[in-house]
Structure formats: C-alpha cells, structure tokens
C-alpha cells in the first residue's frame, strides 16, 4: 500500500524587486539589466539569466544585478522543479547562492530539493545553514522539521515544528505533520534500531533475533533483486522501515486491519497478526518487497504515477497472481464489473470499501503483469521514466505502449474473459 505522501508547500518567496535603473542608462550593465527585466516579467527566464549574466560580467559589484540574477536563477530553477528537473533545478540555485550567497531564499530553495530528493544529510546543512543566514525564517524551520522527520529524528522534527507553530498556530497542514510524528513517537519510543548499507531499521523489544535477521535479509535481497529487475534503481540511503507489532503498527499509523503494511516516505510494517503470531517468513517477505517496490518506483517516477501503476507493480514484483486471483478476475470480467484504470486513478485508497479495494489491487496486478509480460521490462522501465520527466498518465502509455487507458483495458478484459 502507498500513501501519496505531501510535501510541505515550498513557500518561495521569489521578491522580484527588479530595480531596472540603477547606472546611468547609457551604460552597458544597465542596459542588460534592463532588458533582463523585461525579459524575466514576461516569465522568460533563460533570456533573463543570459542579460542579468552580461550586466554581472560588466558590473559585479552592483546588489542590484547581483538579486536579479539570482531571482532568476530560482525563479528558472523553480520552473524545472515543478517539471520534476532537481537535478537541473539544484544546478540553477547553487548558481544563485554563488551570486547571492548572503540570502537566505536560495539556500532555502536548495534545501527543499535535496529534501525532495531524499538526499537528507544535504538537506539539513542547508537548512541549518539558511536559519543562521535568517534567523526564525519559519519555512526554513519547518522544512529542517521535515527534514528530521524524514531521516527518523523524530524528538528534532518535533522541536522544529513546536517552535514554527508558536508563532503560527495555524500554519497550513502542519499541526496533522506533528500529531502523526507525535503519535509515531509515542509508539517508537523504546524500538531498536539497527543499520544497515541501505537500510535504517527501528523495531519494538523482544522482536526474536532469528526474525529479526530475516527481516534484514528480505530487505538487502529486495533492494539488490527489485533494482535490478527495474533496471537499475537504487535508491540512496538511508531507507527508513518501521517495524511493529499489529497493534502498535494501527496505533502508529491509524490504519484498518485489513491493511498489510504501507509506505509514507518510510516503510512501516507489522511483524505479528493480529493475534500477536510473528508473520512466516514468507508473508514479510511479500509484504516488505511490496514496500519496497514503492521506494525504488518513487525514486524513478517521483509522485507522478497513476494509483493502479504503481500498486500494480508492487504486486507484480512481490507475488504472481495465484489461481484463486484468476478465478476471481474471469468472475469479475465475465460479469461487466466496472472499474476502469482511469477510475481507480481518481479513487484512491481512503474511498474504497475493503472489497473493492482488493479488486482494484487485483486487476492493477493483472494489468501490470500483462504489461511486463507482453512488452518487457525496458518498456515499463522507460514509463516509469516518463512519469518521472512529468508526462500525463495518458501521453505516458501512449509514448510507451502505443496504446492509452482504453486499449490496455480492453487487452485485460480479453485475457480473462
Ligand atoms: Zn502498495
């Protein structure tokens, strides 16, 4: 299962104080600072950056071309974030903070990419970084919470996110943040932990060593076997994974016991039913490499993936479709049952009822499976990229497969009907 997760609104505070004449106006600086200006508020910014770029060259001492042309660094960087670009989106802020380097709104920027990235270590240095350039700048507090969080420091996000809701009780989805992380500290306050190459793993006492190790096997094999099967991906540690007991995992997470395990950012699990009994072997390793698939497809596509896609193909990659599953697919089929790809899009988890939840994760798989088997493992791979390039889910299937929504619909239906 997989939370579309959200990340705290970049509050990029993008002060466009353009001052346009500040040499005298027959001079070359202002001449490019000019047409700089011109071309920034017409939303132009590679043209803005190549004049704020020549009036720096002729004038570097000037604050005021120095601002310009780090606002249109972010503001350039900004538009390659929203298009799912980091990697060119970090380039461009770094080139800010280069010009720029006593403002804070940059190094904050840059901050949240890394954050975004999952590149956490990063992420918190700059952070950090920008609350000594601006001290009590409260996004860049909420987002070193974030960051914190992120990385399972969970006693530091919260010092963070106290002192930003002081000053503003009301900041937008913030007081739901803390109440989770609170509720998971209540919880995760005695675990263990342990670490791994890849993995960071928390755990509650008395979990029996031999469970334990296995956990940690199913976990390195499922990072070695999924990235490869995916092509290649692997991503960075740390890769958090909280295991509990049944009931410790529903407190924690606020989940319905039909619920296996999830993925928020970190992968949580429970270790026991709901009787208390440790899971088989065999049941972790489906329910954990089902997480993990989340993880590796996050790091490709980022959240741009169709609801089925990527449940799809956790399923896919961590189970085959059993005999009972066909079965149920044929009755399914074979009596009209309504429920498109494109619908299971819009209806995601929290809207279903357990049973048609099943069904949808059940022709996800079906569909996935026909994908991969059909069209291969590279042509997945390259959808997968797509998404993550910011594609429609639409143009996606067609630039891949040749074929939208309706068509693969209709090749489901006719394998099991
Ligand atoms: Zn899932």
Known sequence: MHYRHSFPKIALTLIATLAASFLAAQSHPANYNNEGVAAYKAGNFAEAIRQFEQAYKEAPDSAVVRRNLCNAYQSEANALALNNDFRNAIRYVEAAIDVDPRNPSPVIQLGSYYLRTDNLDAAIDRL???????????????????????????????????????????????????????????????????????FRISYPPKVPASLRSSVFSILDRAYVDIGRQLGGIYPPPPIHVILYTAEQFSEATQLEGHVGA????????????????????????????????????????????????????????????????????????????????????ANQINRLDPSSLRLAYLKSHATVTLLWDRYGRNKMIGLLRALGDGMGYESALQATYRRGYALIERDVTGIYR
Do not use: C
């Open 128 to 198: 950090e970084e920008a609350i000594v350039l601006k001290p009590g700048d409260l996004t860049a507090h909420e987002l070193l919470g974030q960051a914190y969080y992120q990385d399972n420091d969970l006693s530091s996000a919260r010092a963070q996110w106290d002192y930003v809701l002081e000053i503003e009780p009301n900041r937008p989805g913030l007081n739901e943040k803390y109440e989770k992380a609170f509720r998971e500290e209540s919880v995760e306050y005695d675990f263990n932990r342990w670490k791994s190459r890849h």
């Open 262 to 345: 999830v993925y928020d950012g970190k992968i949580r699990a429970p270790l026991t039913d709901s009787e208390g009994n440790w899971l088989s072997n065999q049941e972790l390793e489906r329910r954990l490499t089902h997480e993990y698939v989340h993880v590796a497809v996050r790091h490709v596509a980022g959240a741009n993936i169709p609801w089925w896609l990527n449940e799809g193909l956790a399923e896919t990659l961590s189970k085959s479709l059993s005999n009972n599953d066909v079965r149920r697919l044929r009755e399914h089929f074979n009596r009209g049952g309504e429920m498109s790809l494109a619908s299971l899009e």
